[in-house]
């Protein structure tokens, strides 16, 4: 028998799953940051909502925990990191809000359509102004999907039977999976000049962040209506008022916010074309009995040692001592090369050169995997999923081995038809170091921020590269430069010490001589 700390209220059939599989369950729902600190001692298993920060601290106070559970999708509030390095499980329930969440969606869509609450706010305001409230049909309407993960799926397949055509921006799909949906995938700048509507379903990740801001509503179709029920700061809400304001946008409709608790936004004062609600999209009954049914099966099966399908962090500690080390940079491998590929591969080879040939590689292929993905969901990724997720977005995986490997001990390779990075441990201390991009061979130790750029082999493109970066403000940490063998191609592969904005990857582009250029974020 296990004791299970529950600190926040969790549907009564997931305390019961937990009871019934012989364990202690321990509701205590007063806690304060402190007080948690002292009540996980003796606690195999702690399961949390959103409001119960599970920091280094209490995981340290936490001697005997197997596990920690999040009743819900996102994972802010856990310090993953920690809990890997102190031998915690951690796991959530990633499918509980979906259907929840993609119809409240489509209700803010609907409500945006045909002024729903303002016209329920001035009837019941004693108000009959049945012309003053005109809307629009979604039928023959184009829907902009951004973020065709599994809440924008559930939302394209219901719109489906309003007769809209579907336009998704979504670079981790691959077409033939789009087609299978019914979805026609499109660039994000022809999505949104194209479209009646837009429904957001992004992660905010760094790229993500502040993407509907001035630059991109400047673009947008006059008359658009825009809806935003997946995560605050992915829309630039003065911007959006601002666009309202000119006519450009027609609508908005938000479930969720930069900040939040949210009770002044710009957004407030336009109540006549603007549907808000505080972050219900996850607020149903059901939604909540599944999130507390589904992280109860996780908790008991991880303290069972069994197989838990949606454990988050599942550590390399059953790798050879030769394959583990590699775990971190393979992740690397993952997230350069869906960089250079701009969104999903269309293909994936991993090979494995040298000293690993021959050992059991799996888990480096599954970490590959995760570093693609990491970024084009909100769904944690984990060695768990990661294959699921490839199978879903319908990239095709193989694995080659070679005993061989050039001036190399053991050499990692990620290609996709187009491109291929490859990285080594280099040094006494087996530091990680990117020593192959784009077949070319360069040393490059993994950094935050990081450009690789095609350039014409002719005196002056360095230079012309440092001014324009230069000119911004942006420090190089480190590069790596040389030509393409046989071609008269070079490339460049640069460190910044800061990100490298928009209109500076756009001069870049704009420099004679620069064929292409890649923002690269570790």
Not at 15 to 29: I, N, Q, T
Request: charged share 20%; net charge negative.
């Amino acid at each position: 028998m296990a004791r299970i700390l529950v600190t926040e209220r969790l549907a009564k059939g997931g305390l019961e799953a937990m009871s019934a599989a012989g364990h202690e369950v321990v509701e205590r729902l007063d806690l304060t940051p402190e007080t948690l600190v002292e009540a996980v001692g003796g606690m195999h298993a702690l399961v949390i909502r959103s409001a119960t920060r599970v920091t280094e601290q209490v995981l340290e106070a936490g001697r005997d925990l197997q596990v920690v559970g999040r009743a819900g999708v996102g994972l802010d509030n856990v310090d993953v990191a920690a809990a890997t390095r102190l031998g915690v499980m951690v796991v959530n329930a990633p499918e509980s809000n979906i259907v929840s969440a993609a119809e409240h969606a489509i209700a803010l869509l609907l409500s945006q359509a045909r002024n729903v609450p303002q016209a329920s706010a001035a009837l019941l305001a004693g108000r009959w102004e049945r012309s003053r409230w005109e809307g629009v049909e979604l039928h023959g309407k184009t829907l902009g999907i951004v973020g065709l993960g599994r809440i924008g799926t559930l939302v394209a397949q219901r719109m489906h039977g309003f007769g809209m055509h579907l336009v998704a921006y979504d670079p981790y799909i691959s077409a033939d999976r789009a087609k299978l949906i019914g979805v026609e995938l499109a660039s994000l700048e022809d999505l949104v000049a194209r479209a009646d509507f837009v429904t957001i379903h992004l992660p905010k990740t760094k790229e993500t962040e502040g993407l509907f801001g001035r630059e991109l509503l400047a673009k947008v179709k006059p008359g658009v209506r825009i809806v935003n029920a997946a995560r605050g700061g992915l829309v630039d809400e003065q911007a959006l008022a601002d666009a309202i304001g000119d006519g450009r946008v027609a609508g908005a409709a938000l479930d969720v916010f930069d900040s939040e608790p949210c009770t002044a936004s710009p957004l407030f004062a336009l109540a006549d074309k603007v549907v808000v609600t505080p972050h219900l999209g996850a607020s149903t009954g059901e939604a909540q009995d599944k999130a507390g049914e589904q992280i109860a099966e996780q908790i008991v099966l991880a303290l069972a040692g069994d197989f838990v399908p949606f454990a988050v962090n599942v550590s390399a500690a059953g790798a050879s001592e030769a394959v583990r080390p590699f775990v971190g940079v393979a992740e690397q491998l993952g997230r350069f090369l869906a960089a250079m590929c701009e969104g999903l591969p269309d293909q994936l080879e991993v090979e494995y050169q040298g000293a690993l040939a021959g050992e059991e590689v799996g888990i480096l292929t599954l970490a590959v995997l995760k570093g693609i993905f990491a970024a084009s969901t909100d769904e944690p990724v984990s060695y768990v999923n990661a294959p699921q997720m490839a199978k879903a977005r319908g990239l095709a995986v193989r694995e080659a081995q070679t005993a061989t490997s050039p001036d190399r001990v053991s050499l990692v390779t990620v290609r996709s038809s187009a491109h291929s990075v490859g990285a080594a441990l280099a040094g006494p201390q087996g530091r990680p170091r990117f020593v192959l991009v784009e077949d070319h061979l360069v040393e490059m130790p993994p950094s935050e921020h990081m450009l690789v750029i095609r350039n014409d082999d002719r005196p002056g493109r360095i230079g012309a590269v440092g001014t324009v970066l230069g000119d911004a403000g942006v420090s190089i940490a480190d590069m790596a430069v040389g030509q393409i063998e046989g071609t008269d191609r070079a490339l460049m592969v640069i460190a910044t010490t800061t990100p490298v904005g928009g209109e500076v990857l756009a001069r870049l582009r704009s420099t004679p001589g620069i064929n292409a250029v890649y923002q690269v974020r570790l």
